[in-house]
């Protein structure tokens, strides 16, 4: 494998691994924004955090099985299909309980990306280079939570709380392209 294909599949897996990190982190500078849109609390915005903690617990749950009996790109793409649907559809969301129920659905989308990406490791790379793959992923992960939630702020105040979503989906559907046409 060359040096380059190594790094693009890196990106790639990195990329996948940070949905969902990028997908709690970025709008919580929007509570409040959400909050006075959809008239609730702060603390009831909270709720679409918790589904989003719920959906990516039982998606993991799904997705392992699913990865392993259907191969890794069928339960991929669907995964990020949902996710991208979700997404879009949360930025919409004109009351609590539909944004709550989609930040759900967007985790059990959005999931795919950490138990594909976890797979895929184990397929593309040989044993020799699994910890090296695993801990470069590690890298890519460990960037999100600083830069997420400054880009959710940026963009809260510039065109809205509903941005933040529309970023979420739009980078999303990038990966699903370079998921689907790189790797």
């Known amino acids: 494998m060359t040096r ?3 790094f693009l599949l890196i990106l790639i897996l990195g990329a996948l ?3 969902s990190p990028f997908s709690i982190d970025m709008y919580l500078p929007g509570f409040p924004a959400i909050a006075k849109d959809l008239n609730v609390s702060i603390s009831q915005v909270q709720f679409s955090l918790t589904a989003y903690l719920i959906g990516i617990a039982i998606g993991q749950l799904v997705y392992g099985p699913l990865l392993d009996r259907y191969g890794r790109k069928k ?3 669907i995964g990020l299909s949902i996710y991208i649907i979700s997404s879009v559809v949360c930025a919409f969301s004109t009351s609590l309980q539909s944004l709550v129920f989609m930040r759900f659905m967007q985790a059990l989308g959005g999931c795919v990306g950490m138990v594909a990406s976890q797979a895929l490791v184990r397929d593309l790379f040989p044993a020799r280079k699994i910890a090296q ?3 470069s992923i590690i890298l890519v992960i460990a960037v999100s939570p600083m ?7 940026y963009l809260t105040v510039a065109f809205g709380w509903p941005s933040v979503f529309i970023a979420l989906a739009v980078v999303t559907f990038l990966i699903l392209l370079a998921t689907y046409f790189l790797l």
């Open 4 to 6: 380059s294909r190594y």
């Open 17 to 19: 691994s940070t949905i």
């Open 75 to 77: 339960p991929l793409y």
């Open 133 to 135: 793959a695993f801990s």
């Open 147 to 153: 830069i997420a939630p400054t880009v959710g702020g």
